[in-house]
């Protein structure tokens, strides 16, 4: 072949890829998620910390420890799935698997801020496809007098007793990757 039937190949190649790139994020952008419809619980996930025995390695005698009971409290948030099928988007040399993904934000009832739990460093939850609800649990250490300690990337917060705390929930159809150009991870969708 010629350098001018290579040239106008590659020329169509790299048109061609491009139409489908840009068809595929149209047809990404037209396919917009119903709003979620969830439910957020608090529930108490206290326990015990089963009996432990061990021998003394000095007397050789069976040392029984009593385990502790733990104050716990989950905050579980049931979103019910929508109907979706993912697809695959080829960009330049990537390959990205589109999903339905959830974003979750909270704040205090009388709090005019809201915060952040996901952020796409971190990814995002998927919509589990094979049954009717998402699941995501929030666990930590529960006082009587302080409340509910919670460590969960964007959920770093005390909630005292009686407290009043509002949910959101985004569904997005997209992916996360990594954009060299905004130095860090994206959500696209």
Do not use: C
């Not at 119903?34 to 050789?60: H, K, N, Q």
């Amino acid at each position: 072949m010629t350098k001018r039937v290579l040239a106008t190949l590659l020329v169509a190649l790299m048109v061609s890829s491009f139409v489908l790139a840009e068809t595929l994020q149209r047809s990404m952008a037209q396919t917009k998620p119903a709003t979620p419809e969830f439910r957020a619980e608090l529930i108490d996930s206290s326990y015990e910390i089963p009996l432990t025995s061990s021998v003394d390695p000095y007397t050789g005698q069976n040392v029984t420890q009593t385990g502790p009971h733990v104050e716990s409290r989950t905050i579980e948030i049931s979103i019910k799935n929508q109907s979706f099928t993912p697809f695959q988007v080829e960009e330049a040399t990537a390959n990205w698997s589109v999903t339905l993904q959830y974003n979750i934000r909270w704040k205090g009832h009388f709090e005019q801020d809201w915060h952040e739990i996901f952020i796409p460093t971190n990814g995002f939850p998927q919509a589990n496809s094979e049954t009717e609800y998402t699941v995501i649990s929030f666990e930590g250490e529960y006082s009587f007098s302080e409340g509910l300690e919670l460590y969960y990337q964007g959920l770093i917060s005390t909630f005292p007793p009686g407290a009043q705390v509002d949910f959101q929930v985004k569904a997005m159809i997209g992916y996360v990757h990594r954009d060299p150009l905004a130095l860090g991870w994206i959500f696209t969708g």
